[in-house]
């Protein structure tokens, strides 16, 4: 198939791509057609001119555009027969009556040429075996004897325009190779837009699959930075609620201890309050005395032995000339202190009296009774 020429639709030039693949070679451009189509022209202007050229028909025809080519890149049936008579070739319509009464069959035939609204494309023999080179497809499409006169008539059912062309053509190196084999096509070829659209198709398929790739590896991505979140969140909480026990912790240890000294102040209140009470009055309505200080007992002690030492007997001023029995009796007079705790207590001697240095006065005393010496004790002892 590579040694078969086969020119491929560019714009409209499909007369140009018709004649170069019925030759099989780029013999024509779209210059030289114009040039044959403007010759032709000239010759129709000229004959028209013959009947006058002051004449309305003749004014008409120069108004009128150029039937033999467009700008489009169109040309006409008489240009192509006039392109194909410089190879010493003429082309006859394969359905006109002329021709069908030969009743030639279309095998033996060497190329045809159809046409079906402003579209020209060639059907040619190469070797032995027929080729549709229409300039649409993608390449040469492979056409079997028996099939070529179905495939004719479906062309003239279509409103296809068929031309049968005679005489020799040009040797080609397809047609030598193709005398020597025979070709199989496997696949036929498609039109260039259902190639377009197929391959186009086949793209956005492709983008679609990558786009799915995309978009399913940015859903992996999402999910793993959705996992990492919510572990961030999961962990933010965590110590958001540590920080928040721990407050509760320090607020309720901030609460007991405000609490506690609330007690405190209040049982220090209580305990005013109560003080304050018990110096008021006691039951039996006499004000009692108020606890005196230490200053106060040291006056009150000196005093008391001082008045004492002026009253007591010379015997127990000077202890050492008394006799034992006054001993005796002194003893039996001193074990009248009464112990209270580790406090001697003298009947004489009122409760507020057993403050500082009377317990150190009494236990003196206790403790001289214990060992019977009368050198132990004190001089200004008061014995009642």
Same mark, same amino acid.
């Given at each position: 198939?590579?040694?078969?020429?086969?020119?491929?639709?560019?714009?409209?030039?499909?007369?140009?791509?018709?004649?170069?693949?019925?030759?099989?070679?780029?013999?024509?451009?779209?210059?030289?057609? +114009?040039?044959?189509?403007?010759?032709?022209?000239?010759?129709?202007?000229?004959?028209?001119?013959?009947?006058?050229?002051?004449?309305?028909?003749?004014?008409?025809?120069?108004? !009128?555009?150029?039937? @033999?080519?467009?700008?489009?890149?169109?040309?006409?049936?008489?240009?192509?027969?006039?392109?194909?008579?410089?190879?010493?070739?003429?082309?006859?319509?394969?359905? +006109?009556?002329?021709?069908?009464?030969? %009743?030639?069959?279309?095998?033996?035939?060497?190329?045809?040429?159809?046409?079906?609204?402003?579209?020209?494309?060639?059907?040619?023999?190469?070797?032995?075996?027929?080729?549709?080179?229409?300039?649409?497809?993608?390449? #040469?499409?492979?056409?079997?004897?028996? &099939?070529?006169?179905?495939?004719?008539?479906?062309?003239?059912?279509?409103?296809?325009?068929?031309?049968? *062309?005679?005489?020799?053509?040009?040797?080609?190196?397809?047609?030598?190779?193709?005398?020597?084999?025979?070709?199989?096509?496997?696949?036929?070829?498609?039109?260039?837009?259902?190639?377009?659209?197929?391959?186009?198709?086949? =793209?956005?398929? *492709?983008?679609?699959?990558?786009?799915?790739?995309?978009?399913? *590896?940015?859903? +992996?991505?999402? @999910?793993?930075?959705?996992?990492?979140?919510?572990? @961030?969140?999961?962990?933010?909480?965590?110590?958001?609620?540590?920080?928040?026990?721990?407050?509760?912790?320090?607020?309720?240890?901030?609460?007991?201890?405000?609490?506690?000294?609330?007690?405190?102040?209040?049982?220090? =209140?209580?305990? =005013?309050?109560?003080?304050?009470?018990?110096?008021?009055?006691?039951?039996?309505?006499?004000?009692?005395?108020?606890? #005196?200080?230490?200053?106060?007992?040291?006056?009150?002690? !000196?005093?008391?032995? =001082? %008045?004492? !030492?002026?009253?007591?007997?010379?015997?127990?001023?000077?202890?050492?000339?008394?006799?034992?029995?006054?001993?005796?009796?002194?003893?039996?007079?001193?074990?009248?202190?009464?112990?209270?705790?580790?406090?001697?207590?003298?009947?004489?001697?009122?409760?507020?009296?057993?403050?500082?240095?009377?317990?150190?006065?009494?236990? &003196?005393?206790?403790?001289?009774?214990?060992?019977?010496?009368?050198?132990?004790?004190?001089?200004?002892?008061?014995?009642?």
């Amino acid at each position: 198939m590579e040694a078969i020429f086969h020119e491929k639709q560019e714009g409209s030039l499909c007369a140009q791509h018709c004649l170069n693949n019925l030759l099989q070679g780029e013999y024509f451009s779209p210059i030289d057609l +114009s040039t044959i189509a403007q010759q032709l022209d000239e010759e129709e202007r000229a004959r028209m001119a013959e009947g006058g050229t002051t004449t309305e028909e003749y004014k008409i025809f120069l108004q !009128q555009p150029s039937g @033999n080519m467009d700008d489009s890149g169109f040309f006409s049936i008489q240009v192509i027969s006039s392109a194909l008579r410089v190879w010493g070739l003429e082309i006859t319509l394969f359905n +006109s009556p002329e021709y069908q009464r030969l %009743r030639i069959d279309p095998i033996i035939e060497r190329a045809f040429i159809c046409n079906y609204k402003e579209h020209w494309f060639t059907v040619r023999k190469l070797g032995n075996q027929w080729f549709n080179l229409n300039s649409l497809l993608t390449g #040469p499409e492979l056409i079997s004897d028996t &099939y070529l006169a179905l495939f004719l008539a479906q062309l003239q059912q279509e409103g296809y325009s068929i031309f049968v *062309v005679r005489g020799d053509l040009p040797e080609c190196a397809a047609d030598e190779l193709l005398k020597r084999m025979r070709v199989v096509q496997l696949e036929r070829p498609k039109l260039i837009g259902e190639e377009a659209n197929q391959q186009t198709e086949t =793209e956005q398929r *492709v983008q679609s699959n990558d786009w799915e790739q995309v978009i399913d *590896v940015n859903k +992996s991505i999402s @999910n793993d930075l959705d996992d990492d979140e919510d572990e @961030n969140l999961q962990h933010a909480l965590s110590l958001s609620r540590q920080h928040m026990e721990t407050e509760d912790e320090e607020a309720d240890l901030r609460r007991a201890i405000h609490l506690s000294m609330q007690g405190f102040i209040q049982g220090t =209140e209580n305990s =005013e309050m109560a003080t304050s009470q018990n110096r008021t009055t006691d039951p039996s309505g006499t004000i009692a005395a108020e606890s #005196p200080t230490m200053e106060e007992l040291r006056r009150r002690r !000196q005093a008391y032995f =001082e %008045r004492k !030492q002026h009253l007591l007997p010379e015997n127990l001023v000077h202890p050492e000339k008394q006799s034992c029995a006054a001993l005796k009796a002194n003893s039996v007079s001193i074990c009248n202190w009464t112990t209270v705790g580790f406090k001697l207590v003298h009947p004489c001697l009122s409760q507020s009296t057993l403050h500082g240095d009377a317990f150190y006065f009494g236990y &003196y005393c206790w403790c001289s009774l214990q060992y019977s010496n009368p050198d132990h004790l004190p001089p200004s002892v008061g014995l009642n």
